[in-house]
């Protein structure tokens, strides 16, 4: 069994920050659980362009409102707290807070910490051991 608090990854290498989000890591690879949890916290004001081309997202809003574009369709959704989405189809998306957001996002395949979004916004399909393996 494996119980973590926030607290505890705060400010860790499980703590990514960039000027438009912060993810703090809680389950990945190395737990070999087939998924990977993380918290995402958005800043109003932001756009934010994603496409996870090789892996699967769910992400929970639990804080915050905002706007969900899909690229592909134009399509928007009105994001606030308990509202879910699914890129089951790995959709190139833009997130657009209008207040702090906070997420809890599950991933599949899991990530390993490591990744970095390219200029696209994937995450490239890393292994546990730090070596790339799959890049869109």
Same mark, same amino acid.
């Given at each position: 069994m494996i119980v973590r608090t926030l607290d505890e990854i705060t400010d860790t290498e499980a703590d990514i920050k960039t000027p438009n989000w912060r993810s703090?890591?809680?389950v990945l690879a190395k737990e070999? /659980?087939?998924?990977?949890?993380?918290e995402t916290t958005l800043y109003p004001g932001t /756009? %934010?362009?994603f496409w996870y $081309? %090789?892996?699967i997202e769910a992400v929970l809003i639990v804080e915050g409102e905002g706007e969900l574009t899909d690229k =592909?369709?134009?399509?928007?959704y009105q994001l606030r707290p308990g509202s879910m989405y699914l890129l089951n189809e790995h959709e190139k998306h833009q997130v657009r807070p209008t207040t702090q957001m906070? $997420? /809890?996002c599950v991933f599949n395949p899991p990530v390993t910490g490591k990744e970095v979004h390219d200029e696209n916004g994937v995450y490239p399909l890393v292994v546990e051991?730090? =070596?790339e393996e799959v890049s869109a």
């Open positions: 703090k890591r809680i070999k /659980v087939g998924f990977s949890l993380h /756009v %934010n362009d $081309a %090789n892996h =592909e369709t134009g399509e928007t906070r $997420a /809890v051991d730090g =070596e």
